[in-house]
């Protein structure tokens, strides 16, 4: 156990016996926190971590179970119960696929997924292959929980506010750890990086053996841009002045702070993932009936102009720019990490050529990318429900977007943008599992999917009413 996890312990007994609202709330703020660990096990390559958001999730569903077993009721909630469905079908075939492994029994070679090794291992059914489903089930249990409970206005209004605190959060120590990295002071890692698992030191990462990368407390940069990014929708209300979650003010000032963070992370997938919300920011706006046409396109237009002549410019005169740009972006084809990438990516797709239906396990096959790994795991099967469960979701809110008026609206559009944000950088960094934010977004995008209206309320407020309110 770590020595935040010795701190936390009694707070988490406590809440199991007293409050399931304080351990909702810790495991919400921690979701962020991808590199900070409740205990380790194991060591160097073998080694894995349960995170803290891991420890304050799973005493939270251990309280819920506890609370409907007083009752005897365990039914979902009828406005949610077509996107669970989808998601329970595709973790049945997830689990079905495990057969793969066990009829394969070793005739099939699995390279090492390390681009400086080249030793292969027989594909056998491993407890490698239970723990992965195992963390497929619980983040699932996690999302539809997350929906259920959010489905009433003052619990979706606080998890967006701890979200964003975590958020701030996140942010301030990952200045701290670019000023460290720029005056050269120790990092204290000791305090949010504590992961065990091999690829939960991302903070000693660096672009070309120079630049040190900013990491905060995720296991790595593109993680932490991921998790900023699919943020930004919440700051979008405030930015067109129709609503927000503090007042437009700090929401404003949120998204300043995500953008600056983003910008020093040095990843792809901030770059990316910050060009992708832009573009489906503007579909969004075309849906609402707030912007035309001809507008849109000037406006991406400029915004593209705008990105290339800025980038153009760091090239040419600042040299810190022009070694963070092709390091992240020029030559990311031919650095270490994308050659490995790579590497994964084409690996993974022969097991899915040899074994299409089903894949060849849950859990059996490494790649760095959503759509491959998905086809090489659970074959075309499990990789079409999975975006047919995704899709469902995401077409449900799409469909019930009228106006960016609406409080009702305001708040779908925000999880609607979020969710698509983290499903398309997905494609480019693998299937989040193990983060627990992905499972947040999907919980909150099904609640605001929600079939009646009247279950969304007051979270992301208009202006006029802020102060009637109290929000501001």
Known sequence: MTPLGYVLLPIGLAGLLFSSKWLYRFFVFWTLFSATSFANFGEGDNGSAMQMWMFFGFLWLLRLILERLSTLSFAIDRRILRPC????????????????????????????????????????????NFTQLLYLVFGIAIAVCVAHHNLNEEHRHETERIIMVSAIFICFWGLFQFACNVTGLPYPDYVFNTSGSASGKGFAETLDGELKRVTSAAVEPSVLAQGLVCLLPLTLPALLRRGSIFSITIDRFCAVLFLIVLLISTSSTAYLGMFILMVLFVALLLRAHALSKTKAVVLLALAATAVMGVVAIGLLSIPVISDVVKSALLNKSSSGSGLERLMTIQLAFGYFQKFPILGIGFGSATSHDLIVKLLSNIGIVGTLLFFAAI??????????????????????????????????????????????????????????????????????????????????
């Open 85 to 128: 469905l989808w998601l329970f079908v595709f973790l049945m075939v997830a689990s079905s696929s495990l057969i793969m492994p066990a009829y394969i029994g070793g005739r099939l070679m699995i390279t090492s997924p390390i681009l400086s090794e080249s030793t292969e291992t027989p594909l056998y059914l491993t407890t490698h």
């Open 391 to 472: 899709l469902s979701i995401l077409r449900a809110n799409w469909r019930r977007v009228d106006s960016l008026v609406a409080p009702a609206s305001l708040s779908r559009s925000a999880w609607l943008l979020s969710l698509a944000v983290f499903v398309f950088t997905s494609v480019l960094i693998e299937f989040p599992l193990v983060f627990g934010n992905f499972w947040l977004i999907l919980g909150m995008a099904i609640a605001t999917s929600a079939d009646s209206d009247e279950s969304l309320s007051r979270n992301l407020l208009p202006e006029g009413n802020l102060s009637h309110s109290g929000s501001a």
